[in-house]
């Protein structure tokens, strides 16, 4: 995967909340209650389980209040520098406007509708959001009722020391999983789906999990597209994508399926259970995406998979 340096990060696209310390480095994920030995990297994996889920977890949802407001200040200047693309959360940035400047033009193509941009929130150990207060354990979410993606950036040390999933091309495929869910929300797809969970509980499961599949599908088919995608001046994003960046986005889906997370906890594995689908589906979904580059493809509910 090789990026253009001349491409302009747009930073106003993301949100600055990791405080004055901005790193986002360095600081620990908060290992749950009994942490430590193997209880405690059990717990990093289960949280991360939820990772890619997207709403609908454990969150309180108590205000609407977005919490507190963040300063882009450092972060705009360490993105207009030369080696802004040697920077974790300014190639972040880059990433989430190429998704979002796919988007502009498949959301019309495909389904007839108005793209509206949606900001990422950078954060660090805990945030206050829209669905209610979440902490890092919880990995990267959408939440639907402030339209915002949130990640705490050592989500990706997890993903590469916990579940092995390695590669830089693992970081867009989980922001593309997440705006997926944003694109899921501008079509009322997930509000409809929440509907059917409400009027037929024994079957919320099933459905959390066709949601997620379709979050995956459509990271594929923004995969497929991504070499199109521009900055505002017309300079192209990515000036190339490997079919190796794509085995890392299919290996990352594997590594975070149901059945694989399960395992690795140690627990039984349960198909009761599943949110998020098994390895195989997940890889089967980004993969169906990638191969069409058409979001229209990513009919998970309609196809009874
Ligand atoms: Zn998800």
Redesign the pocket.
Same mark, same amino acid.
């Given at each position: 995967m090789e990026l253009n340096e001349n491409a302009r990060i747009d930073t106003s696209q993301v949100e600055d909340r990791r405080g004055s310390g901005g790193g986002g480095g360095g600081i620990p994920i908060p290992i749950p209650a009994g942490g430590g030995g193997r209880g405690g990297l059990v717990g990093i994996i289960i949280a991360v389980l939820v990772a890619?889920?997207?709403g609908g977890f454990g969150l309180n949802a108590m205000s609407g209040d977005g919490g507190e407001a963040g300063d882009n200040t450092a972060l705009e200047q360490k993105c207009a520098a030369d080696d802004a693309l040697q920077q974790l959360d300014c190639r972040n940035t880059l990433y989430v406007n190429s998704i979002q400047a796919y988007w502009q033009r498949a959301l019309p193509e495909a389904f007839g509708e108005r793209y509206t941009p949606s900001k990422t929130i950078f954060f660090s150990q805990g945030v206050s959001t829209g669905c209610g207060q979440a902490d890092s354990g919880v990995g990267p979410f959408y939440c639907p009722a402030d339209d915002q993606v949130y990640i705490d950036l050592t989500f990706y040390r997890v993903l590469a020391d916990q579940l092995g999933a390695e590669g830089e091309f693992a970081q867009p495929y989980v922001l593309a $999983?997440e705006y997926g $869910?944003h694109v899921q929300d501008l079509l009322g797809t997930e509000a409809q789906m929440r509907r059917q969970q409400q009027r037929d509980p024994g079957d919320a499961n099933a459905l959390s999990v066709k949601l997620?599949l379709q979050?995956d599908c459509y990271a594929g088919a923004w995969a497929k597209n991504a070499t199109g995608t521009a900055d505002a001046q017309g300079q192209r994003i990515f000036t190339s994508i490997s079919e190796q960046d794509i085995s890392q986005a299919i290996d990352t889906a594997e590594k975070i399926g149901d059945d694989a997370i399960q395992q690795r906890s140690g627990r039984p594995v349960n198909p009761d259970e599943f949110t998020h689908g098994t390895s195989e589906q997940r890889k089967e979904w980004f993969t169906r995406g990638y191969q069409t580059g058409d979001p229209k493809s990513c009919d998970t509910f309609g196809s009874g998979s």
């Open positions: 890619l889920v997207g $999983h $869910h997620e979050a």
